[in-house]
C-alpha cells in the first residue's frame, strides 16, 4: 500500500487566529503536493508554555480548533492528525491530538500520556503536570491505508507504549512533539529511529519550526523514519512543508529479513520477574 504524508512544520505565533490561519495554508499546500494524510505539530495554536496553556484551551468536541480541523479534512478531503493543543474537560486540562477522517469524523483522539517533567540544571526546566492532566488511553485509528498509532512528544521516551501499539499491529506512528534546544538535539534523532527500529514501523514526527522570540524554543527537525530505521527527510529549522511517500510493504520486507517479532521471548517478559 502506497499512499502520502504531508508535514507541516509550521511557525507558531501567540495569536491563535493567526495559527489557525498558517495551519491551514500549510496543509492546502500539502494537500496540492499530493498528501493523503495531513499532520501538525505539538500545540500548533498555542505557543509551548504553562502560562499560555490554559487560556488557549478549548472544549475538545466543540471548540474553534477542533472544529476547523474537521471542517479542512472535510474541504481538503484528507485525513488529519492535527498535531497537539490545550484540550479542556471540566476542571482538567489535556494535551491532545484529534484526528479526522476525510468525511470530517473524529476517528481517533490521543491525550499525552506521560508529562514533561524535567529539569536539567541550568539548561532547561519544565512541568507540564502543573497544568496539565495526563491521559490513560492508547491511540489507534484505522483507514483504508493500515493502523496507525499515535503519541505525542514526551511519550517517544517510553519504549512500552509502542510495543504495545506494535502489538496492536500497527504500520506507522505518528508523533506531533516539541523537543527543545538542550533536548532535541541530544535525542530527537535517535528516540524516533530507535522506535521505528525496535517496532519495524515507520515514525512520522512533526515539530513546530524554530522561533528564537518564543519562550519555548522548539528544535524544529520534522522526521520521517523507514521501519529499517533510515532517515526518509527531515527538515531543518524553518517553517516547511514536505510531502513524503510511504510504501508500507517496506515493513513485510524489513520483517522477513529481520524477524524480530518470532525471536521474542514471551516466555520471559514478564514485569515480575524484575527485582
Known amino acids: 500500500m502506497m499512499f502520502n504524508i504531508g508535514i507541516c512544520q ?3 505565533s501567540d495569536s491563535k487566529l493567526e495559527n489557525l490561519k498558517r495551519a491551514e495554508e500549510l496543509m492546502k499546500e500539502a494537500r496540492k503536493g499530493g498528501a493523503d494524510f495531513l499532520v501538525l505539530p505539538e500545540m500548533f495554536n498555542c505557543p509551548y508554555d504553562n502560562l499560555y496553556f490554559p487560556v488557549f484551551a478549548e472544549e475538545g468536541d466543540t471548540g474553534e ?4 480541523l ?7 478531503q484528507c485525513y488529519v492528525i492535527g498535531g497537539s493543543i490545550p484540550e479542556r474537560d471540566g476542571d482538567r486540562i489535556y494535551n491532545a491530538s484529534f484526528i479526522f477522517d476525510r468525511k470530517g469524523q473524529l476517528i481517533g483522539k490521543h491525550r499525552k ?3 514533561f517533567d524535567i529539569d536539567v540544571p541550568g539548561r532547561i526546566t519544565f512541568k507540564e503536570s502543573a497544568v496539565f492532566t495526563p491521559g490513560n488511553d492508547f491511540t489507534v485509528i484505522d483507514s483504508e491505508y493500515g493502523r496507525f498509532g499515535v503519541g505525542i512528544c514526551y511519550d517517544i521516551r517510553f519504549p512500552e507504549y509502542f510495543r504495545l501499539l506494535a502489538d496492536a499491529g500497527i504500520q506507522m506512528l505518528f508523533l506531533p512533539a516539541a523537543f527543545n534546544m538542550v533536548t532535541g538535539p541530544a535525542h530527537w534523532e535517535t528516540l524516533l529511529r530507535a522506535r521505528a527500529i525496535d517496532n519495524q514501523i515507520f515514525v512520522i514526527a512533526v515539530s513546530p519550526a524554530r522561533n528564537p522570540a518564543a519562550s519555548y524554543t522548539a528544535y524544529g527537525h520534522s522526521m520521517a523514519v523507514s521501519p529499517w530505521g533510515d532517515i526518509l527527510w527531515q527538515a531543518d529549522a524553518e517553517e ?6 510511504i510504501d508500507l510493504g517496506r515493513i513485510a520486507e524489513v520483517r522477513q529479513n529481520m524477524p524480530l517479532y518470532q525471536h521474542r521471548r514471551r516466555d520471559l517478559y514478564r514485569i515480575e520477574r524484575v527485582e
Open 10 to 12: 509550521m511557525k507558531v
Open 65 to 68: 480548533t477542533v472544529r476547523f
Open 70 to 76: 474537521a471542517e479542512m479534512a472535510v474541504s481538503l
Open 113 to 115: 500520556l506521560h508529562l
Open 240 to 245: 516547511t512543508v514536505k510531502v513524503v511517500g
